[in-house]
């Protein structure tokens, strides 16, 4: 069974830092493209990054680009998302989710149960 | 950015009646390598983590039950539930694959009448 469980979240303060985690789990995570998709409060979905299989290849929204960075370690099936500066609106549940595929077109087919991160002074 | 614009936002139907959500894109999602739509639908329960139920616009997940079913081409697509049941109460979500930014629709909750 694909598991994957986000770790990291919190309450931060504006300008501040915070790094999450996705451990990946029932399935091998080095063959797929994984993705971070956020959610703020009572809002819609919002997709964040993605990375390929080995880390080579980011993509990045516009709302996160040169604040955020996401790696992956594949020795040890972890996906990660380095945010920096952090602003009121990154306020959000931070979901994981794999990529279907190993290649474009890549759609989301599991997720993780999210973890919160709140900006806030 | 490709804007994914969904209707309505909220819908009431009745126990084992259709529901129909629709699902535009600002511009085509056609794939030409496979000639095929890059468009998925979501559905998310309260408290719970999207789930995916469909792809390239009309394929069922792997155990989305027959009620769910996608149609639609190019720029417009509709997800429809066949017989409602209770347990279909969520807020269901198109995307697009086509182009980076993945850009979804603004969603459409789904209720009991």
């Known amino acids: 069974e694909v598991q994957l469980v986000e770790s990291g979240g919190g309450l931060v303060q504006p300008g501040g830092s915070l790094r999450l985690s996705c451990a990946a789990s029932?399935?091998?995570?080095?063959?797929?493209?994984m993705h971070w998709v956020r959610q703020a409060p009572g809002k819609g979905l919002v997709w964040v990054s993605r990375i390929d299989i080995d880390g080579s290849r980011t993509t990045y929204a516009d709302s996160v680009k040169g604040r955020f960075t996401v790696s992956r370690d594949n020795a040890k099936d972890t996906l990660f998302l380095q945010m920096n500066s952090l602003r009121d609106e990154d306020t959000a549940v931070y979901y994981c989710?794999?990529?279907?595929?190993?290649?474009?077109?890549?759609?989301?087919?599991?997720w993780g149960q999210g973890t919160l991160v709140t900006v806030s002074s | 950015d490709i804007v994914m614009t969904q209707s309505p936002d909220s819908l009431a139907v009745s126990l084992g009646e259709r529901a129909t959500i629709n699902c535009k894109s600002s511009q085509s999602v056609l794939y030409s390598s496979n000639n095929k739509n890059c468009l998925a639908w979501y559905q998310q329960k309260p408290g719970q983590p999207p789930k995916l139920l469909i792809y390239w616009a009309s394929t069922r997940e792997s155990g989305v039950p027959d009620r769910f079913s996608g149609s639609g081409s190019g720029t417009d697509f509709t997800l429809t539930i066949s017989s409602l049941q209770a347990e279909d109460v969520a807020v269901y979500y198109c995307q697009q694959y086509f182009g980076t930014p993945l850009t979804f629709g603004g969603g459409t909750k789904v209720e009991i009448k």
């Open positions: 029932g399935f091998t995570f080095s063959s797929y493209w």
């Open positions: 989710a794999r990529g279907y595929t190993s290649s474009w077109p890549n759609w989301f087919d599991s």
